[in-house]
């Protein structure tokens, strides 16, 4: 074969290649683009995993005299997380009742915002800050008070740990938790309404806390002290192998079910409590009695 056929076939290969690899290249480009398009638009889909608090400062360090004007201010935001803890903080005016009106009107148009937190978020401030108080999450308790959590349901995990308490026609920030107690998941009034118990979770555990608001104290930290108990139990029946080890960081990676009360002192949970860092688990039906702080602890059937 002549050389210069060889060569004519040699080109024609390296030009078919060069188009295969020019093909390749915008396909390639094409599935980038639609891979980035993709990702921005999964970062405009509303999703807090944790309220810091420079989030809810709102980045910035502002005096009481001012907060108002910076939460009205962020509701105009493009920034949807902005205008989420605007909404929600917007409950913290309605000692004022100036600002708890200009509040009323402001939150409004949120009530079809196309972001279901968001709009959600609006309709329970609007129904504290209007005082209708229908919303089934709001608790109303024996002394005529109500308690509740704002950022109802922002995370996976529950709300924001922060408990809030109506009385007298005055609102007050009643208590707070800190880490892991990160996520109020549920409020659950006593049947007399005179005891108030909190479930709560980090990412790794669950808690839970009685709180007797009434006469102002409040329970320790049930899941952790009946985990102990429930190895102290197994021990005096000579049954050995429950170490209840406390770690630094207070996780126990134990978990709760069926938060109930069964009469107006007992508070009662099905318990996963974990031993030997988390090699076994045991199903403990827990019953606590808040008027003599006892435990009553047996294996779940």
């Known amino acids: 074969m002549p050389i210069t056929a060889r060569r004519s076939d040699w080109l024609n290969w390296y030009k078919g290649l060069a188009a295969v690899l020019?093909?390749?290249?915008?396909?390639?480009?094409?599935?980038?683009?639609?891979?980035?398009?993709?990702?921005?638009?999964?970062?405009?889909?509303?999703?807090?995993?944790?309220?810091?608090?420079?989030?809810?400062?709102?980045?910035?360090?502002?005096?009481?005299?001012?907060?108002?004007?910076?939460?009205?201010?962020?509701?105009?935001?493009?920034?949807?997380?902005?205008?989420?803890?605007?909404?929600?903080?917007l409950v913290e005016l309605y000692n004022n009742p100036e600002q708890r009106a200009r509040a009323v009107k402001a939150l409004q148009p949120f009530l079809q915002s196309e972001e279901p937190k968001l709009a959600d978020a609006a309709a329970f401030a609007l129904d504290i800050l209007q005082e209708d108080f229908h919303d089934p999450r709001l608790c109303h308790m024996a002394d005529g008070s109500i308690f509740f959590t704002l950022f109802n349901d922002y995370s996976d995990y529950g709300s924001h740990n922060q408990i809030w308490r109506i009385k007298d026609g005055q609102l007050e920030q009643y208590t707070g938790f800190y880490e892991p107690l990160n996520y109020v998941q549920k409020l659950l009034p006593s049947p007399d309404g005179?005891?108030?118990?909190?479930?709560?979770?980090?990412?790794?555990?669950?808690?839970?806390?009685?709180?007797?608001?009434?006469?102002?104290?409040?329970?320790?930290?049930?899941?952790?002290?009946?985990?102990?108990?429930?190895?102290?139990?197994?021990?005096?029946?000579?049954?050995?192998?429950?170490?209840?080890?406390?770690?630094?960081?207070?996780?126990?990676y134990c978990y709760i079910d069926n938060l109930r009360w069964l009469d107006n002192d007992t508070l009662a949970f099905?318990?996963?409590?974990?031993?030997?860092?988390?090699?076994?688990?045991?199903?403990?039906?827990?019953?606590?009695?808040?008027?003599?702080?006892?435990?009553?602890?047996?294996a779940q059937e």
């Open 22 to 89: 020019a093909l390749a290249l915008v396909l390639s480009c094409s599935s980038l683009a639609w891979a980035m398009n993709e990702l921005k638009q999964g970062d405009n889909d509303f999703y807090l995993r944790a309220l810091s608090p420079e989030l809810l400062a709102l980045d910035d360090d502002f005096s009481p005299a001012e907060q108002p004007e910076k939460l009205f201010a962020a509701l105009q935001a493009d920034d949807v997380y902005y205008q989420y803890i605007a909404v929600n903080r």
């Open 194 to 252: 005179r005891l108030l118990a909190v479930e709560l979770a980090s990412y790794k555990s669950s808690f839970v806390v009685v709180l007797d608001f009434i006469d102002g104290y409040y329970s320790s930290e049930l899941v952790g002290t009946a985990r102990v108990a429930w190895a102290v139990q197994l021990a005096q029946q000579g049954r050995a192998g429950r170490f209840a080890d406390i770690r630094s960081d207070h996780e126990t």
């Open 270 to 298: 099905d318990g996963a409590f974990a031993y030997g860092h988390t090699d076994f688990y045991d199903e403990v039906l827990v019953q606590y009695n808040y008027r003599l702080d006892e435990y009553t602890l047996g």
